[in-house]
């Protein structure tokens, strides 16, 4: 039997960025960002925008009970090498592309009266126009493709490392690789389709599950992704 062994877990971990290195300050806001919950034990990587102080800076994280794990390479990475400190590599960029094409649909507002009960609620309607993008060329690794308010309809695959972020449904006529997230607005019934789910991430309305995740059954599949009324995501296979 080996000595050593590799195993994966998956951690949650949380980005602290600052525009400051003034200690005083930087102690001042953490006290009011943390006062909202327990953050106890919270995994902490480091990226600032200035020269900082880091040991300082790492022993007032941990006065906070955080727990500092590494740095955003840049700015910190020498001072973090230097006191041997974990470095990551800075995030790569990536690339807003314009769909292909775009069909806007204007809202049609109602000029009947309505007649309304006492125990009728009244809910505002909205008249924001909702939007259909469509894109016909492969996504390709650091691409990116957004829909604010409206769905997304990819008549092509994904790269890994690509993303498609809707505040509506997504629809994908391809593989889905890297990134697929519907319902970014906090749209509960949004859905995902796709004709083989190979993703990195699946995100509902911020529920969310990466690729080690995802039931294996449903793998390289035709697949439909929708929340349940646990707000779980629930997966279930598509007849095509």
Not at 69 to 84: E, F, N, S
Request: net charge negative; hydrophobic share 40%; aromatic share 4%.
């Amino acid at each position: 039997m080996a000595d050593i062994r590799i195993t994966g877990r998956m951690v949650n971990f949380s980005r602290l960025t600052f525009d400051t290195n003034d200690l005083d300050h930087i102690r001042q806001q953490l006290i009011q960002l943390l006062a909202t919950d327990d953050y106890t034990g919270t995994l902490v990587i480091i990226d600032s925008s200035v020269t900082q102080e880091l040991i300082a800076l790492i022993q007032l994280l941990i006065e906070f009970k955080l727990q500092p794990m590494a740095v955003i390479d840049g700015l910190l990475g020498d001072d973090a090498r230097a006191i041997q400190f974990p470095v990551l590599p800075p995030d790569q960029p990536v690339q807003r592309i314009k769909a292909t094409s775009k069909v806007v649909q204007q809202p049609t507002p109602s000029t009947e009266p309505t007649a309304i009960t006492e125990t009728e609620i009244l809910v505002p309607v909205s008249t924001a126009q909702h939007a259909t993008i469509y894109h016909d060329e492969i996504l390709r690794t650091g691409q990116s493709l957004v829909e604010d308010n409206g769905d997304i309809i990819l008549t092509a695959s994904m790269n890994s490392g690509s993303e498609v972020i809707a505040s509506g449904n997504i629809f994908i006529y391809g593989t889905a690789r890297g990134r697929v997230i519907a319902g970014a607005s906090g749209e509960q019934t949004a859905r995902i389709f796709c004709q083989s789910l190979e993703a990195e991430l699946i995100s509902i309305a911020g529920t969310y599950c990466v690729a080690d995740d995802i039931p294996k059954e449903y793998l390289k599949q035709a697949v439909q992704i929708h929340l349940n009324n646990n707000q779980e995501l629930e997966f279930a296979l598509l007849s095509i």
